[in-house]
Structure formats: structure tokens, C-alpha cells
């Protein structure tokens, strides 16, 4: 609400799965998935319909398809309009049989108003709010050119604008709630990613550690999100059929959703003992971390993160390689993005903000550095720091002192 008056903002509308859910907590598996064509075919690429509306006096609705209103009985807004012409599946007379106590699904029939369309249901909260005169940030990046107009011809007095970049700058700092549900997500991160690598030996499937990852995590409430690896130093995969060598030095990257927030994790896992000079990568990775997290504090630039980052290999005549961090939350990554000063903009109808941003209390920020040696292996670490009122801290204990070794 604070960015919203800032930038003189009465109402945002949300169109995207992510910022749908961030507003209203409200999540489907298929809201990414559902597209027009496939319940009407011919008809375009675009995401089923739906919106978050959140006002500046903090009162909010979700629009939603009203066969999956109940799906919303639990969502985070006050209101729930719903949208529909009715279900084309004509009723049947009762069979014999005893009929269920209605009761029981109150909870779940919540709707504060239904409409036959999507937009008229979004026009009708606004009225409700009594802004259809007022000044309205859509995420026009995610929303149809048809919808668009067709939310301009229903508020005909209201004053347009893109906010796409203004919802990404809103999530930047994150609640107690979203800060206790990424920490959750490490720690089911973090135990699952222990139990798979303790798997590793020569003759190790990877797929096999990643499937032991997946359902442990699956077991303690999480979904599947990625689990990563090199092969020889070359790049980064998800899908072959690897199996481990004694001369494998391998970059793991893992992570996982729980409650629709992210993890993101990494570290280096040797198939042998080090030889001489070998950890000195490991060394060079692990310190470029711990000089970035002793200069994060809010005020900080997100590039000056990156630089000391950089520097950090380059005490060790590490060069070429592309240490640097990233916000995390509702999406794999969220702003701020920390990268050298790119010179861009982060620009829209209501935001012109330089795209190297500064630190702020209450961000939660991922740190990995890592080092590929094509022919050879890589190393790789990556840790999740929350920014406090004068520094920062990791979100969570995550031991990355030193690499997994298999002895």
C-alpha cells in the first residue's frame, strides 16, 4: 500500500498466476496451464480468466470462474465474485438415497456476488470500491489485448495504467507470513537434498537421487521444483540418465515450493578426495558469498553485492565466471536482481526506477557463486540470506562450509 500511494495508485488488478496468488493466496495447479483453446477450440493461447483486485484501503476480491469457487474458500480478500452462465450439465432427478447435509459446504460457498462475465464481475467490485473514476494499475504484460479493451469499455472513466513493474517492486520485500514459508521450503529443501546426495557413489544413477529428492520432499508437504547437475563441467542438466564416476566434481543445484513460495539451494559434491589446490575453487566460491553478505544491509546496491562477489574470485585468478544473487519468493526469482549495473530501466505507467536497486529490510536474497571447468568438473554454492535492519542473516542453518565428499 505504501508503493500504491507513492505512485498515486487507487486499485491494482492482477492477471498472472503468481501475482493472483500473491494478492488473494489463491492457487489452482492449473492456473499456468489452462489455456482458452482447450475448452474452446480455436480459440487463442491465452490464460483462463481470472484477476486479483486489490484497493489501496487494502480491501480486496478475487474473480474467478465460479465452477472453482470453492476452491476459494480459504483465500486471503474479502470478496469472491465469481463469473458464469451456469453449469451446461442439466440436473437430474435424485435417485434413492439419502441426501447429503448441505451444511457441511457453507465454508465452501463464500461468493459475495456472481455475474455472467469475468469482466463484469471485475467492474462490479470496482463500483463497489466506488473508483470507477480512479486511477488503476493492470499487469498489462499478462493481460490480453481483448480483455484490455474489454476492461476499458467497462470503465470507461477510470484512468488506465500498466503496473506490471509495480506489482514485481511490491513483492520485493516480504511479509512474516512469506518469510515463514520460505523458511520452510529450505528446510524441506535442505533434508530432502541431504538424504539425496548421501545416495552418491560410483555406479549412482542421478536420476535416482533426483526421484529419492522428489519424494522427500512430496512427504513433508513440498512440491517438486528442480534438481540440477553438471556433467563434466560443461553445463547444467535435469533429464539424463548420468551415472557417477570416481572423477566426477559435480555442481548440484535443488529446490522446492511449499505453500507456492520457492526454495533455491546449491553446493559441490566430490567423488573423491581433493587433491592439492583443488579446494582452493570451493575456497574462492565460499568466500566470494561471505564478502557479499558482509556488506548486505538495506541502502546497499545490488550491484556492489555482485562486485564484491566478483572480486572475491578474482583474489584466487578466477575470472570469466558469474557469481551474483537474486530475490526469491512467489516466483524463482523475484526482484532485486544482484548483477552488475545493466544501465536498464525497470519501467512502467507508474514506476521509472533504475534497474540496479537497493537493498531493503525484509528481502530474502540468494547468494551462488560457482566455478565451471569444462573437461574437468565445477563447483558451485548458493545460500539464502534475509536482509535485517542493519545487515543480513542466513534465512536458515545450511552447511556450506565445505563441499559433500564421498570417501
Excluded at 495447479?29 to 475448452?39: A, S
Excluded at 450439465?89 to 459446504?105: E, H, I, M, W
Aim: proline residues 5%; charged residues 20%.
Amino acid at each position: 500500500m505504501q508503493l500504491m500511494e507513492q505512485y498515486g495508485v487507487d486499485v491494482l488488478i492482477a492477471r498472472s498466476p503468481a501475482n493472483i496468488t500473491y494478492f488473494t493466496d489463491y492457487h489452482c495447479w492449473l492456473n499456468g496451464l489452462f489455456k482458452q483453446y482447450m475448452i474452446a477450440p480455436g480459440d487463442s493461447n491465452d490464460l483462463s480468466q481470472f484477476y486479483a483486485v486489490f484497493a489501496r484501503n487494502g480491501e480486496s476480491a478475487l474473480v474467478l470462474e465460479q465452477f472453482m469457487g470453492v476452491n476459494a474458500a480459504e483465500i486471503s480478500s474479502d470478496h469472491l465474485y465469481l463469473y458464469g452462465k451456469g453449469s451446461p450439465v442439466q440436473p437430474l432427478p435424485p435417485r434413492d438415497g439419502s441426501k447429503r447435509n448441505s451444511a457441511a459446504d457453507q465454508h465452501y460457498l463464500r461468493a459475495t456476488e456472481t455475474h455472467p462475465e469475468s469482466v463484469d464481475a471485475l467492474a462490479a467490485f470496482i463500483r463497489r470500491l466506488g473508483l470507477t473514476d480512479g486511477r488503476i494499475a493492470l499487469e498489462k504484460e499478462a493481460l490480453p489485448h481483448l480483455e484490455y479493451e474489454q476492461i476499458k469499455a467497462a470503465l470507461p472513466g477510470a484512468t488506465l495504467l500498466d503496473g506490471s513493474n509495480l506489482m514485481r517492486l511490491i513483492r520485493m520485500v516480504k511479509s512474516s507470513e512469506e518469510q515463514a514459508r520460505m523458511v520452510r521450503a529450505a528446510e524441506i529443501a535442505e533434508i530432502a537434498g541431504a538424504e539425496a546426495l548421501a545416495m552418491a557413489q560410483v555406479g549412482q544413477s542421478l536420476q535416482e537421487m533426483v526421484q529419492h529428492y522428489r519424494a522427500r520432499a512430496a512427504g513433508m508437504g513440498a512440491d517438486f521444483e528442480h534438481f540440477a547437475y553438471t556433467i563434466g563441467g560443461h553445463g547444467l542438466a535435469t533429464e539424463p540418465e548420468y551415472k557417477l564416476t570416481g572423477e566426477d566434481f559435480v555442481m548440484v543445484d535443488w529446490g522446492c515450493i511449499y505453500r507456492q513460495y520457492f526454495s533455491d539451494t546449491g553446493t559441490s559434491l566430490m567423488m573423491r578426495r581433493p587433491q592439492p589446490g583443488e579446494l582452493e575453487y570451493f575456497k574462492a566460491i565460499r568466500e566470494s558469498v561471505e564478502d557479499a553478505v558482509a556488506i548486505m544491509r538495506p541502502g546497499v546496491l545490488a550491484s556492489h553485492v555482485q562486485k564484491q562477489m566478483t572480486d572475491a574470485l578474482r583474489r584466487y585468478g578466477i575470472e570469466g565466471q558469474f557469481p551474483h544473487g537474486h530475490g526469491l519468493g512467489i516466483d524463482v526469482r523475484d526482484y532485486p536482481i544482484l548483477v552488475p549495473d545493466n544501465g536498464l530501466r525497470i519501467k512502467d505507467d507508474c514506476v521509472d526506477l533504475a534497474s540496479d536497486l537497493p537493498l531493503e529490510q525484509d528481502m530474502v536474497l540468494n547468494l551462488e557463486s560457482a566455478v565451471f571447468l569444462p573437461q574437468y568438473g565445477a563447483w558451485h554454492t548458493e545460500q539464502t540470506f534475509l536482509v535485517t535492519h542493519d545487515g543480513a542473516q542466513p534465512l536458515l542453518p545450511q552447511q556450506r562450509s565445505e563441499p559433500v565428499i564421498v570417501q
